[in-house]
């Protein structure tokens, strides 16, 4: 199991959704990685998203909107079936600076521009439904 933060920012067309690329393949991601001892998954989701893309959180709540499963390729090439909690987190501002700036790209997109260039069907899915998703959520 992951954690993943969903960042966007509120604009009058809707919510716009903060990508990164993958280390390895490059390819448009959002932040994510494996559950850290001493946090739960807000708090998981929040430190990923600060070294991952150099997020500022608004507000002290993070919404769970969902998961998705994908395959997460180990050294040597094993896949394995990998679930991702996903947390909505409203961006107050970005970082110039953050512990991975040098490794990845970042862009903000529309939420439905977004579902066309990450790989996941599901993540895929989440994004398309974003809007719907976050009013559940509150």
């Not at 903060?18 to 390895?24: A, K, M, N, P, Y």
């Amino acid at each position: 199991m992951q954690i993943a933060a969903l960042c966007y920012r509120m604009t009058e067309a809707g919510p716009d959704v903060l990508l990164i690329t993958s280390r390895t393949t490059r390819r448009w991601i959002i932040p994510k990685g494996w559950p850290m001892k001493g946090t739960d998954g807000l708090g998981t989701a929040l430190e990923e998203a600060w070294e991952e893309a150099g997020v500022k959180q608004r507000g002290a709540d993070a919404l769970r909107i969902g998961r998705y499963r994908y395959k997460k390729i180990f050294d040597g090439g094993l896949p394995v079936a990998t679930d991702v909690h996903v947390y909505a987190i409203e961006v107050l501002e970005l970082s110039d600076t953050f512990p991975e700036m040098g490794q990845r790209e970042r862009k903000w997109m529309r939420h439905q521009e977004a579902a066309l260039v990450v790989d996941e069907p599901q993540l895929k899915a989440i994004l398309k439904d974003l809007p719907a998703l976050l009013e559940q959520a509150r």
